[in-house]
């Protein structure tokens, strides 16, 4: 099965600054990378996803990077805010019904005012 | 080991009935989540609990959807007087730690419900 692995797991940045999050995954055949965002007491909250027929999207301030001869991906976010604290959680999976998706083991971003 | 179990694996049913949807977690994990997955995208949050207790039911469209955990392990979804709308893939996830955010969630085979 495909095997998601997440750095860094902790992550304290400057308000206005840029945060970059990496994850590697395992599987070659993984086409679906999706990115949540965790606030304390909610739910994974899906931010952004990319296809493997692309290399990188870009939602205002996050962005996220696609390589997959190296089978990596990164989440971007710029322009920091506090509101951007939370644990960010990436996964990769085949797509479709295909029950094989693991989330990495997440990072908590902390975002100083 | 066991992997997170879901039954049923199809659901057919007509507008107006009821159905429950059921996740088995893999032993011994204390969080359990249910997503909502259209197909060829990610899964949409719908709640979760720890344990017993319902942390976060935000996620869930309206009050036809509820979720339960009575012992901490086994979870039901139902959803009542289905609607077309409700046809999806329903997918549950468990992970060890009872501690949020830190753990990484491991999916079951997902529940495909279609409403006629």
């Known amino acids: 099965g495909e095997n998601v692995e997440q750095h860094p797991s902790t992550l304290s940045v400057q308000e206005g600054d840029s945060a970059v999050i990496k994850c590697t995954y395992s599987?070659?055949?993984?086409?679906?990378f999706p990115w949540y965002k965790q606030e304390l007491g909610k739910g994974p909250q899906l931010i952004i996803d990319?296809?493997?027929?692309?290399g990188e999207k870009k939602d205002q301030r996050i962005a996220v990077t696609l390589n997959k001869t190296a089978k990596h991906f990164s989440l971007h976010i710029t322009e920091t805010q506090p509101e951007d604290s939370a644990v960010y959680f990436c996964a990769a999976s085949m797509g479709g019904n295909n029950n094989d998706m693991r989330f990495g083991a997440g990072t908590r971003l902390t975002v100083k005012p | 080991g066991a992997g997170v179990s879901q039954s049923p694996r199809y659901k057919v049913t007509k507008r107006g009935q009821d159905v429950a949807l059921r996740c088995d977690p893999i032993?011994?994990?204390?969080?359990l989540y249910w997503y909502r997955q259209a197909l060829g995208q990610g899964p949409e949050f719908l709640t979760y609990f720890n344990y017993e207790a319902q942390q976060d039911k935000s996620g869930l469209p309206n009050d036809r959807f509820s979720a339960e955990r009575p012992e901490g392990s086994i979870s039901t979804l139902t959803i009542q007087r289905t609607e077309q709308r409700d046809s999806a893939m329903y997918r549950c996830?468990?992970?060890?730690?009872?501690?949020?955010?830190?753990?990484?969630?491991?999916f079951g085979p997902g529940t495909r419900l279609t409403v006629l």
């Open positions: 032993s011994g994990h204390v969080s």
């Open positions: 996830a468990s992970s060890l730690s009872p501690r949020q955010g830190t753990d990484t969630q491991y």
């Open positions: 990319i296809r493997s027929n692309v």
């Open positions: 599987d070659s055949a993984s086409n679906y």
